[in-house]
């Protein structure tokens, strides 16, 4: 296999999901590390030569540029059982990944870089007047959540973990860093717990 570099920023939650995919099918990655915060992954160079949509996480394979967590994710888990054989739960899976990037992520993740990384008072007004906006996102997006583990096996997907949890844990897991009350939530609290029993489980401040 051609040598793995993963650009991140470490307290990236879909940086993370990429490092916890790697880990949990064994396979090692070399890190490099941009500060966010400094405007890091928008300099000449990495737009140019890493990303020219300016974010990360990146995963490089050899000389290849793949941006997008869960597309990494997906790269990453090809093969192993993160993957569901049977052809609805590969596209159920999916659905779960999209449900990340489209209703979860854009709220709990943006709190919680905002309140935990960014702070309230270093916020632009547009951005203080959003937060009630993404905070009621956020909770709709746990209640989904919340609902589909009541009925179900435990895991977002059959009766064993898959990439629709790594992707959905890395945000959910750290939630409350974001001002979210995940005690709201007793089938989501047992879930991340089933996620971190996990052989080979990576927590995110590793």
């Not at 000389?63 to 869960?70: D, T």
């Not at 994710?73 to 990340?100: K, N, Q, T, V, Y």
């Amino acid at each position: 296999m051609a040598a793995l570099i993963l650009h991140e920023y470490a307290n990236s939650g879909n940086c993370y999901k990429i490092r916890l995919t790697a880990a949990l099918v064994g396979v090692p990655l070399d890190r490099r590390e941009y500060d966010i915060l400094k405007g890091e992954t928008r300099t000449p160079a990495f737009l140019t030569q890493i990303n020219g949509n300016g974010r990360i996480p990146v995963l490089q394979i050899g000389e290849k540029l793949l941006p997008e967590s869960n597309a990494a994710c997906f790269w990453l888990a090809e093969g192993s059982p993160l993957i569901p054989e049977d052809r609805f739960d590969r596209a159920d899976m999916l659905r779960w990944m999209f449900f990340e990037q489209y209703n979860h992520e854009p709220n709990i993740a943006t709190l919680r870089f905002w309140l935990a990384f960014v702070g309230e008072n270093a916020l632009t007004d547009a951005q203080r007047a959003s937060i009630p906006a993404r905070r009621a996102g956020g909770d709709a997006a746990l209640a989904v959540m919340e609902r589909h583990l009541r009925g179900g096996a435990g895991f977002f997907v059959g009766d064993r973990i898959s990439l629709a949890d790594i992707c959905l844990y890395a945000y959910t897991h750290v939630a409350h860093e974001g001002g979210f009350d995940l005690g709201a939530y007793p089938a989501i609290s047992a879930w991340i717990a089933a996620v971190a029993r996990t052989p080979g489980y990576l927590p995110i401040t590793a």
